[in-house]
């Protein structure tokens, strides 16, 4: 019969297996099989072993390989070509309108937000700021209402805006401080619920309107009267645009407001503050200008 050992025995017999291992493991990594007969170093000497880590593996670029990898992940859409970060072997790029970033062999990948600690900045928002800020200025002026500023113009706010959406209407109210501070207000219909709608197609009678900005201004309930009828015109193309662009940007909601360099406002902010960014923003690039 099987004896069973005490808890004593155990325990000693633990510690001396495990005392047994670490002295193995040092003449192992030592090298030293017998005295003066090195025959296998890891690193070289158990400190290095141990207190200090490999040197990093620098690999290649492969861009052919994260494009195959994230198209098998988007279902076989198209992926933008990777550009380096300044992160030594992250590569960024875009999956389904998000900012995605991958390692130079492709093997791994990441969504959300690379921020520079030093700087103290959303690399990853700058990155979308400049690309809306680019997607706007595509869209033209043409295809939006543009409500100039009064005298001197010192800044474009663009603004994203629903005729359903009660803050939109707010920062509507507010359209003779920003103008007055100087602001050229631009809008872009975006109706939330989508096409087809209610909301689209007054938005599309605002567009072809004899007078565009007073029939906003009715619709947003700062003049009096009746929009009246619908005008079959090309500008009513600008509405279903809008809402695409705003697609294409991820914007969910109303009002959502861009000041020049693409920063970008969600929801409702009043007058005055947006009026500061807007100069704030003059003013750096009237210094930009100034030191060049």
């Known amino acids: 019969m099987k004896q069973k050992l005490s808890s004593d025995v155990r325990l ?11 002295l193995a493991f040092a003449h192992y990594a030592r090298g030293a099989d017998a ?5 296998f170093r890891m690193y070289g000497d158990v400190d ?10 620098v690999v290649a670029p492969d861009k052919d390989r994260m494009i195959s990898k994230l198209r098998t992940l988007a279902g076989g859409r198209d992926i933008p070509e990777p550009v380096p970060t300044p992160v030594q072997g992250i590569f960024e790029t875009k999956v389904g309108g998000s900012v995605t970033y991958v390692t130079a062999d492709g093997n791994f990948a990441f969504v959300g937000s690379l921020i520079d600690l030093t700087k103290r900045e959303n690399l990853t928002r700058n990155r979308l700021n400049e690309e809306a800020q680019i997607a706007i200025e595509a869209f033209g002026e043409e295809n939006m209402l543009v409500f100039p500023a009064h005298g001197k113009v010192l800044g474009k706010l663009t603004v994203f805006t629903d005729p359903t959406c009660a803050y939109c209407r707010k920062v509507h109210q507010e359209m003779d401080i920003l103008r007055a501070g100087g602001v050229t207000v631009r809008y872009i219909p975006f109706v939330r619920i989508g096409m087809d709608t209610v909301p689209a197609e ?8 004899d007078d565009p900005l007073a029939a906003m201004d009715t619709i947003m309930g700062t003049r009096e009267g009746e929009l009246g009828d619908k005008n ?11 809402f ?3 697609m294409l940007l991820g914007l969910q909601g109303t009002p959502v407001l861009f000041v020049e360099e693409g920063q970008r406002i969600d929801g409702y ?8 960014a807007v100069l704030a923003i003059s003013k750096r690039e009237g210094e930009g200008a100034t030191g060049g």
């Not at 000693?12 to 291992?21: I, R, Y």
């Not at 005295?35 to 025959?39: D, F, I, K, L």
């Open 12 to 22: 000693g017999l633990l510690a001396a297996a495990v005392t047994a291992g670490v």
């Open 232 to 242: 079959d015109c090309d500008n009513a193309a600008s509405v279903k645009k809008g």
């Open 269 to 276: 902010v009043p007058a005055e503050r947006i009026t500061a």
């Open 244 to 246: 695409e662009l705003a």
């Open 35 to 39: 005295p003066g007969e090195p025959t």
């Open 202 to 209: 007054q938005l599309e009678t605002v567009w072809c309107a």
């Open 48 to 57: 290095q072993f141990v207190g200090k880590r490999a040197p990093a593996r």
